[in-house]
């Protein structure tokens, strides 16, 4: 699976962003993906996550009720929306691609970033 994330941008502190990830391969259905976020000079952490089989998302406790993700496998395509944009959400995005029996942190594929940064 080869994944591609594209959306981010500039925004004002209270704003929206919707990001996007491509992926390619047949079998993108069946993996469970997700989104991470690595602020500079922070560690990677998880931001959300979707299961292939019924769609259960998780999210990290800072954004729960901000963000929402989401999928269509039709198009192999998961977002990420972002709403009521904080600084702190100021990051380089990351999505991530495994098979459904890995664990909760532990990815299969990783695409490159879309950097996000929010303004004050």
């Known amino acids: 699976v080869q994944l591609q994330a594209f959306g981010g941008g500039l925004v004002q502190a209270g704003g929206s962003l919707r990001l996007s990830c491509a992926a390619s391969g047949r079998t993108f259905s069946r993996y469970n993906m997700g989104w991470f976020r690595q602020a500079p000079g922070k560690e990677r952490e998880f931001v959300a996550d979707i299961s292939w089989s019924d769609g259960s998302t998780s999210y990290e406790d800072s954004v729960k009720g901000r963000f929402t993700i989401s999928r269509d496998n039709a198009k192999n395509m998961v977002y990420l929306q972002m709403n009521s944009l904080k600084p702190e959400d100021t990051a380089v995005y990351l999505c991530?691609?495994?098979?459904?029996?890995?664990?909760?942190?532990?990815?299969?594929?990783w695409g490159q970033g879309t950097e996000v940064t929010v303004s004050s």
């Open positions: 991530a691609a495994k098979a459904s029996y890995r664990g909760r942190y532990e990815y299969d594929y």
